[in-house]
């Protein structure tokens, strides 16, 4: 008979709402092991050791709690299509970002970052007339590239195999003082995923509300916080001096407290800065350093395609 068939019986009966059959979602496994008594008898003693679901259930409120669109819920670097060189370029460039980012997440490097950029903005495409902005559209495209596909099966990737390691502080009583100490732990990696238009416009409206400031405290602390921001379409929302200073805020202090952004935007550098603001980009592109890429090619979508 196996050990793990000799559970206590709160474990091995199940309920018709049990998701674990292994714990009887306690989280626990209990199992008889032998122990050496001081006195040199063996005895058994039950044992308990955490069940395999306690992870997976960790990974699947991490993977609810990241924002990962629905519609990218299949997005994987396997089925991501390399048919041009803008795509082949953004491909390796985030495969050689995600090998170094077990080093990048220590959080000791301030050029963390990863961003996928325009050659040409859209706002300038726009500022354009009538053929010289008909053919700048076709010359300079920046959609269809399959950025946002690369982004969430970076953030999937860092789910599913990062771990990081917090410091926590605790007060320990000892001859009637109390000491700081520390105590370390690893945890999985946070992710937050987060499209610009959608995220400014709830900031913006949360801002405004009359619950105090909780929600917009909230969603603000966790932009700032998380330990790894992907930004879709950064520089999308319209602009205004309150967005530009939101942009700042969550941008000056993830750069201060080294925490990585990965991010796409269809602007270039120049006005993707008219869009978040001068100190907001000059952040932002200083923590990307040499992963900072520039591209533009044919739109997958014209092609028949589906990559987003």
């Avoid at 040199?40 to 044992?47: A, T």
């Avoid at 869009?275 to 090619?297: H, P, Q, T, W």
Wanted: proline content about 2%.
């Amino acid at each position: 008979m196996s050990k793990q068939s000799e559970n206590s019986n709160s474990q091995t009966e199940h309920s018709e709402d049990t998701k674990c059959t292994a714990c009887n979602d306690t989280g626990l496994i209990i199992e008889k092991k032998e122990q050496k008594q001081p006195n040199g008898k063996v005895v058994l003693k039950d044992l308990g050791r955490p069940c395999h679901c306690v992870q997976k259930r960790a990974l699947k409120k991490a993977f609810k709690n990241s924002l990962i669109p629905d519609e990218f819920k299949n997005a994987r670097f396997d089925n991501y299509e390399t048919n041009s060189d803008a795509q082949e370029t953004l491909f390796n460039a985030i495969k050689e970002y995600l090998k170094d980012f077990p080093e990048i997440i220590k959080g000791e490097s301030e050029q963390n970052s990863l961003g996928f950029i325009a050659a040409f903005g859209e706002t300038r495409i726009r500022s354009l007339q009538g053929e010289a902005k008909y053919q700048a559209k076709a010359d300079h495209n920046n959609f269809g590239l399959g950025k946002t596909h690369l982004q969430m099966a970076a953030a999937k990737w860092i789910l599913n195999r990062i771990r990081v390691r917090d410091d926590i502080e605790m007060n320990v009583k000892s001859n009637a003082d109390f000491l700081d100490t520390k105590s370390k732990f690893d945890r999985g990696c946070q992710v937050l995923c987060v499209s610009d238009i959608t995220f400014m416009d709830d900031l913006t409206s949360a801002k405004m509300a009359g619950d105090g400031g909780g929600t917009f405290k909230n969603l603000l602390h966790n932009a700032i916080n998380v330990d790894v921001l992907v930004w879709d379409d950064l520089g999308k929302a319209k602009y205004s001096e309150s967005k530009e200073g939101l942009y700042y805020q969550i941008i000056n202090e993830r750069y201060l407290h080294k925490r990585p952004i990965i991010f796409s935007s269809n602007e270039d550098k120049g006005t993707l800065s008219e869009k978040i603001g001068y100190a907001a980009s000059s952040r932002l592109l200083g923590m990307c350093g040499d992963r900072l890429y520039a591209v533009e090619g044919e739109d997958y979508r014209m092609r028949g395609g589906v990559q987003l």
